[in-house]
């Protein structure tokens, strides 16, 4: 990290200690001089779907200008020949190898916040969640606000639906967020902030609905969760570029759906009935014309 990122986020030394051992998963450049920040977290896989989740996290960190400042060793979580790291070549020369990991941002401000995002581990989740939920208590964090993204029966010209999962409901105060009464399979989103919420952190998990039809990135969940998080924080954030995203993401999704008759009559179906099931080979279909679509959309 550079010396005047440094600076900025106001780091230093930070001897962190550990009572079960797991710290030595935690790398740390110092200490954010922030007291009890708030926490927003993202991962990038089953719980984000359409890339929603990480992709309003990407942009919150951006505008906030969150510098980083320590990250969760992947060795033991990861398995690397399916989360694979990338290597960087500049002119021919390896400059980098980039590894999938947790990493955690500071964002000093008005609300000081410390943005965690990454891809979800595959291996150890109690050992990887003893290792984030002892660095959140160390850090003093006041709540934590986990973003998380699920395909489902909606339509792409509406709002985007918001449900939320929390220890405490009080925490989601006038935001008019539906409580979630999923049960079933869950991810590390689920498992983590189960985890921060027995370890007394107060936590909102914060859940966008996104097409099962849609292109492979929806700015418009992302804008939905981003706008939302920006609220429960109480810390604004510059979204103008990501206001611009969502509303190309529904041109595409207009033409995607203008150009077969099958796509068009099951989104005007989901569109007048929520609870409308899906037909017997839509989801194939539906498939096929996304990936047709993909194809042919020139690059922009």
């Given at each position: 990290m550079a010396s005047g990122d440094r600076k900025r986020a106001g780091l230093r030394p930070f001897r962190f200690?550990?009572?079960?051992?797991?710290?030595e998963a935690v790398r740390l450049s110092g200490r954010?001089?922030?007291?009890?920040?708030?926490?927003?977290?993202?991962?990038?896989g089953w719980n984000d779907a359409a890339d929603a989740a990480s992709y309003a996290l990407t942009n919150l960190a951006q505008a906030w200008q969150a510098v980083p400042f320590a990250e969760i060793d992947p060795e033991e979580f990861f398995d690397f020949t399916e989360a694979r790291p990338e290597l960087i070549v500049v002119e021919g020369l390896v400059r980098e190898i980039t590894w999938p990991t947790t990493v955690f941002s500071v964002a000093p401000g008005p609300?000081?916040?410390?943005?965690?995002?990454?891809?979800?581990?595959?291996?150890?989740?109690?050992?990887?969640?003893?290792?984030?939920?002892?660095l959140a208590l160390a850090l003093g964090a006041g709540r934590v606000v986990i973003l998380g993204?699920?395909?489902?029966?909606?339509?792409?010209?509406?709002?985007?639906?918001?449900?939320?999962t929390t220890s405490d409901a009080?925490?989601?105060?006038?935001?008019?967020?539906?409580?979630?009464?999923?049960?079933?399979?869950?991810?590390?989103?689920?498992?983590?902030?189960?985890?921060l919420a027995v370890a007394g952190v107060p936590t909102v998990t914060i859940w966008a609905s996104v097409p099962c039809y849609s292109i492979p990135v929806s700015a418009k969940a992302a804008l939905a969760l981003a706008e939302a998080t920006t609220r429960m924080v109480g810390r604004h954030a510059d979204l103008a570029e990501l206001t611009r995203e969502?509303?190309?993401?529904?041109?595409?999704?207009?033409?995607?759906?203008g150009e077969d008759e099958t796509v068009a009559a099951y989104v005007a179906r989901i569109a007048h009935d929520d609870a409308a099931a899906v037909p017997?080979?839509?989801?194939?279909?539906l498939t096929d014309e996304i990936e047709?679509?993909?194809?042919?959309?020139?690059?922009?």
């Open positions: 200690v550990s009572h079960r051992g797991v710290a954010p001089r922030v007291e009890h920040p708030l926490m927003v977290v993202a991962f990038e609300v000081d916040i410390v943005v965690a995002r990454g891809p979800e581990p595959q291996l150890r989740w109690r050992a990887y969640c003893d290792a984030f939920v002892e993204a699920y395909l489902a029966e909606v339509a792409h010209s509406r709002p985007v639906p918001l449900a939320a009080a925490l989601l105060g006038p935001e008019g967020v539906a409580l979630s009464r999923y049960e079933g399979p869950t991810g590390i989103v689920g498992v983590l902030g189960a985890a969502a509303l190309e993401y529904e041109r595409q999704m207009d033409e995607l759906v017997d080979g839509s989801v194939e279909v047709r679509y993909l194809r042919d959309e020139p690059p922009g």
